[in-house]
């Protein structure tokens, strides 16, 4: 009984977050502009922080550096045959960005954080990290095709410009230099610790908030919609069980680390994918796509919640 009680105490609070942003949509009890403001809040200045904290504390072992070094020849590889796919299949300027990049940002980070505590954030920040250095650059090119300059040095800045990665680095830096050390004996690192958490406090609620507010499945491609559905999870399956794989050979795994990489495996698609589309139709079927994608990865959450518990 007290394992069930647990299990509702975390994932209650999830799905009524969810659902009261999709009310919220519904009632019209909020515009669209005040929810981009809120993920632009979040995204910009408290989760830069949550990541901060979390390398500034991680304690770094082999396993999340693996990891880290397996997402990007994977993501590049899935980036490349959803290029290939593009030509053949599946005609959608914007499919690359489901395939290059999983919503850690939005959806990875809150939920690992829930089961695991927010100093265990970086084991999926790491990853996050090493997917942007495929999905910064196919934002880039996709964006290209709409007029922007499709430089190399414009790839280059856009990738330095991230406030996710920079704070990521950051903290790291502090961390493995042990400067953060004699920020304490100062009294400078408490107080920059402090700010820092006290702006990462609102993150799962905002973004599970603004999951549920962009929620939407129509009814005109559904079908395209659940078979990139199934390509989609078909690969990052198989992504998963490599990765996995691999860990066997590599000494002194922590949990933590596998279940990150279960849960980076079956997030959706990154949800910018949906802002890339140049008309309509295709901003409303990687729409659908990222909608049930983040049903089926909700629901296998709560088996990791079970099993977690």
């Known amino acids: 009984m007290a394992d069930i009680i647990k299990v509702l105490q ?21 515009s669209e502009e005040a929810n981009d403001g809120l993920q632009r809040f979040v995204m910009k200045f408290c989760l830069p922080c949550v990541l901060f904290d979390s390398c500034l504390t991680g304690d770094f072992g082999m396993g999340s550096v693996t990891a880290m070094a397996m ?19 599946y005609p959608y300027h914007n499919l690359p960005q489901l395939f290059s990049a999983q919503e850690t ?11 695991f505590g927010a100093d265990q ?19 880039a090119i996709l964006s ?6 499709p430089s190399v040095r414009h790839i280059v800045k856009k990738v330095f410009r991230s406030p996710l990665l920079l704070m990521s680095l950051l903290g790291l830096a502090l961390n493995l230099t042990g400067a953060i050390e004699v920020l304490d004996r100062i009294g400078i690192g408490g107080v920059i610790t402090q ?4 702006l990462a406090r609102p993150v799962s609620t905002v973004i599970l908030f603004c999951v549920g507010y962009n929620f ?8 395209q919609v659940f078979e990139i559905c199934g390509l989609h999870f078909v690969i990052f399956a198989v992504f998963c069980a490599i990765m996995q794989g691999i860990l066997c050979f590599v000494p002194s795994v922590d949990a ?37 994608l983040t049903v089926v990865c909700l629901a296998i959450f709560c088996v990791m919640a079970v099993v977690v518990a």
Not at 71 to 89: H, T
Not at 105 to 115: E, H, K, R, S, V
């Open 105 to 115: 940002g939005m959806l990875g980070i809150p939920l690992f954080m829930t089961l």
């Open 121 to 139: 954030a970086f084991r999926m920040g790491v990853m996050d990290v090493a997917q942007g250095l495929v999905a910064i650059p196919v934002i």
């Open 216 to 223: 939407s499945l129509g009814k005109g491609d559904r079908r």
């Open 195 to 198: 700010t820092t958490g006290f």
């Open 71 to 89: 997402v990007i020849p994977l993501v590049l590889l899935s980036s490349l045959w959803s290029f290939r796919m593009r030509k053949k299949r």
């Open 144 to 149: 290209a095709d709409t007029g922007e300059d």
């Open 256 to 292: 933590e680390t596998r279940w990150a990489i279960l849960l980076y495996c079956v997030l959706p698609g990154s949800y910018l994918s949906a802002g890339l589309g140049k008309t309509k139709e295709e901003s409303a079927v990687a729409a659908g796509v990222c909608s049930v």
């Open 10 to 30: 975390i994932i209650i609070p999830i799905f009524a977050t969810i659902l009261l942003g999709v009310l919220a949509r519904k009632k019209g009890m909020m």
